[in-house]
């Protein structure tokens, strides 16, 4: 099969197909990455991309819309049936730019916001001070305990001190199920808006694998491409009709301009594939594999954050060890396992070097691994952490893992 791009610039073909190579030896198992479907790529690939779509379905500022408002009404409504709620808006480019859009919807500048803090498993855009949450808004923090989970009367505690407009759940390095409903209750007793980002583990909660942020959440954001395993991108959802309406104009024309009709239509068969009776499975699946993973690596001494999981991710701490998060990273990568370095409770080193991993199952199971291949994976990670400086014993599991890898191809050509 030859490509256009293969001979109108070789440069960026060599790059991409060099990129497959690296998706189909590797495991992937960084917990915010996954595997999409080809019929998503080849949505994200149409005539769609030349489209400009201003607007919403029916009332677009530009002529020709008549397919965009097709695309873009579908993606809607099977996102409102995937979360069981009533209004959704597919237009976020990605998932900081939905969250940037419920605090400009909802919130004045240096309104108060209450989010978890990023070193303790949050978002940047949870109210992070690099991150325009951080700037534009007063924010404030709450953490986990040492055991790794959130104490949720220090929560309440720490609401009623601060007095937040929005208090923002949710988190990209937490292993345990989130109480929408504690949240509420917090949320409740302090008279703020209560606003979930389940980017992480949406694709939990759709198939009712994790608690759903719906009845308890005001408004809820998610990406498309982690768990959901769909394009890269954002979707906000909400039942309260006013929000819904400020959130469509904070998007547009609030933050962006020309929705991208053809990511729109990917989300569209992403979420199709999430409605489907066999996405169930996968979830179940997920959390299996990832239970198998924290079992075996504690079974082999290591320091698994919350000492499980309940989700799709295991955090890892190496704080009672000579190496960092950053050491284990590498020796990993080197042994074609691709994790990354983290923060954990209690961290003593920097955000550059830390003292854990995380470690996701998502991507693994969509290339149809199960919980023995994660058993045995499990102990490769833990054979490369027991032996971090043997580069060595790394290049060997390298092998052994580019001959699993080979069993479980999931694409066949570079582009779709
Ligand atoms: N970068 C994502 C993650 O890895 O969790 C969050 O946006």
């Given amino acids: 099969m030859s490509y256009e791009i293969e001979k109108f610039d070789p440069e960026i073909f060599e790059a991409i197909e060099k990129e497959l190579t690296r998706q189909n ?3 992937e198992m960084i917990a915010s990455e996954n595997f999409t479907l080809p019929a998503v ?42 979360f069981d709620c009533k209004f959704a808006n597919v237009q976020p480019h990605s998932g900081s730019q939905a969250n940037g859009a419920v605090y400009a919807a909802l919130l004045k500048p240096y309104d108060k916001i209450l989010g978890m803090d990023l070193s303790h498993g949050g978002h940047l855009t949870h109210g992070s001070k690099p991150s325009f949450s951080g700037k534009n808004y007063q924010s404030f923090t709450y953490g986990v305990e040492l055991d790794g989970r959130i104490n949720y ?20 390095a937490y292993a345990r199920e989130i109480d929408f409903k504690k949240f509420r209750e917090i949320a409740d007793e302090v008279g703020a808006i209560l606003f979930a980002d389940v980017a992480h583990i949406a694709g939990l909660v759709v198939a009712g694998e994790h608690m759903s942020p719906f009845p308890y959440a005001d408004v809820v954001t998610t990406t498309t491409h982690k768990t959901l395993a769909g394009p890269r991108g954002g979707a906000i959802m909400t039942n309260d009709e006013d929000i819904a309406k400020k959130i469509n104009s904070a998007i547009f024309p609030g933050l962006q301009g020309g929705p ?15 409605l489907s009776p066999e996405w169930k499975e996968y979830a179940k699946n997920v959390k299996a594999n990832a239970s198998k993973l924290a079992e075996v690596l504690v079974a082999r001494g290591y320091d698994v954050v919350s000492g499980g999981t309940d989700n799709h991710l295991v955090l890892v701490s190496f ?6 998060g950053k050491d284990a990273d590498a020796a990993l990568g080197a042994a074609g396992i691709t994790v990354n370095k983290n923060t954990v409770p209690g961290e003593t080193r920097s955000p550059f070097v830390t003292s854990g991993i995380r ?11 199960g919980v023995k291949e994660f058993e045995w994976i499990a102990n490769k ?3 490369v952490l027991d032996n971090i400086n043997d580069s060595a014993l790394h290049a060997k599991i390298k092998e052994e893992v580019k001959e699993l890898a080979s069993n479980f191809i999931i694409y066949d050509k570079p582009i779709y």
């Fill in 25 to 27: 030896d590797h495991l």
């Fill in 41 to 82: 790529m080849e949505a994200m690939g149409s005539v769609l991309t030349n489209k400009y779509a201003e607007g919403y379905p029916g009332k677009r500022y530009y002529g020709g819309c008549e397919n965009a408002d097709k695309v873009e009404q579908i993606a809607i409504d099977r996102v409102c049936k995937l």
């Fill in 153 to 172: 009367d220090k929560v309440m505690e720490i609401a009623k001190t601060v007095q937040p407009k929005i208090i923002v759940c949710g988190a990209s």
């Fill in 260 to 274: 991208l009709v053809h990511v729109i239509a990917a989300k569209a068969v992403g979420f199709k594939h999430n």
């Fill in 319 to 324: 704080l009672n060890k000579e190496f960092s």
């Fill in 359 to 369: 470690i996701g199952s998502p991507a693994l199971t969509s290339r149809g691994m």
């Fill in 381 to 383: 990670i833990a054979d």
